[in-house]
């Protein structure tokens, strides 16, 4: 038995002396609605208090070094946010940056042309991402058990790559990592790109509605459906550039050379994991935004830039990761059990 509602006529269920000015429209509830609300404001916060304790903080100079330093992990967090949406996790991004990276550098260092290793770290990076997302769909294994597995495989290779030295590239790729277009770091601009063409993808494709569907319910989208899209997010997240290949590319010309324990692998991938969960992206599935992973990556920066600014231990800069992850995550179950159903 179902019943049927009839619209509300508008303005019978309005008070009659509900206010209309200011004070309406910045009443708590409406600043409750607001997207990414507690986020912004955790974030102007941080920003005003690092601005007030150090008076390089909001530079030109030293924002944009914030930026640049994130280009990497928005590449990734970008990807990372349409898989986690159609309810997928991927645990080995951070190492297959090291990997493309150490690739790439062990080419170049050996006297191969540029343009060659880069086509080969890009792909053997979505080679790699492929792989995962087969296994995961054809086999129904986990994607926490699946990834993380590769993720250990994989920090095994890098370091068989490097043989215990570090690979320079010297000046190869210099221009890419380190040079401006009319005073934006190329690093950042590619990021921008990739984090809106995402948003696109998951706001006006079939791909990008059906990642919504499966996160929220798998059984919603026809099955082949699911299992043609649900590898593609893997190595593609949702297209080519936007892959951890992509980001060792990113990497290695933003460092100019790859080391065994570099800044990629497990502590890169903790970094956008949780950059992607603090933007409201569920664990769940069903949800996402690319504007909060953009929020989330750009808090991350600052807190990091901050902690250094401030001449904290840089040991601090994984506790303020791990704790602020951990309040993003129960704030984010508490959210989805609020919310209607």
């Known amino acids: 038995m179902s019943v049927k509602t009839v619209p509300d006529t508008p303005g019978v269920c309005e008070p009659p002396d509900r206010p209309a000015g200011p004070a309406a429209r910045l009443s708590p509830g409406r600043l409750r609605s607001v997207p990414h609300v507690g986020l912004i404001t955790v974030l102007v916060l941080v920003v005003v208090f690092t601005a007030v304790q150090s008076d390089t903080f909001a530079t ?9 330093q994130i280009s990497v992990n928005a590449v990734l967090a970008a990807g990372l946010t349409l898989l986690m949406t159609a309810g997928g996790m991927d645990f080995s991004m951070g190492s297959n940056v090291a990997v493309t990276a150490a690739v790439a550098a062990k080419l170049i260092a050996g006297g191969h042309p540029t343009p060659l290793a880069v086509v080969v770290a890009l792909l053997l990076g979505t080679a790699l991402g492929l ?22 495989l994989l920090d095994g290779v890098a370091l068989l790559v490097h043989d215990g030295n570090t690979l320079s590239v010297g000046r190869h790729m210099f221009a890419f990592g380190n040079e401006k277009v009319l005073g934006v770091p190329w690093l950042l601009v590619v990021a921008v790109l990739i984090l809106l063409a995402t948003a696109l993808v998951m706001r ?39 892959s951890p290949a992509f980001g060792g590319v990113m990497l290695l010309a933003r460092l100019g050379s790859s080391s065994p324990g570099s800044t990629a692998g497990l502590s890169l991938q903790l970094a956008v994991v949780a950059a992607v969960v603090i933007g ?53 179950e508490m959210h989805k059990a609020r919310a209607p159903h």
């Open 204 to 242: 006006f494709t079939v791909f990008g509605r059906d990642a919504f569907a499966i996160g929220g319910n798998e059984h919603v989208v026809p099955a082949q459906r699911h299992r043609r899209h649900r590898p593609q997010a893997h190595p593609l997240r949702p297209h080519g550039p936007a």
């Open 280 to 332: 409201g992206t569920s664990l769940a599935g069903g949800h996402g935004t690319v504007a909060g992973t953009a929020l989330g990556l750009v808090l991350l920066g600052v807190v990091a830039n901050a902690l250094n600014l401030l001449d904290f231990s840089s040991n601090y800069q994984s506790v303020s990761v791990g704790a602020v992850l951990l309040v993003a995550a129960v704030a984010n």
């Open 131 to 152: 792989v995962n997302g087969l296994v995961v769909t054809f086999t129904d294994v986990a994607p926490f058990v699946v990834t993380l597995a590769t993720a250990t």
């Open 60 to 68: 030109d100079r030293n924002i944009l070094n914030v930026l640049g």
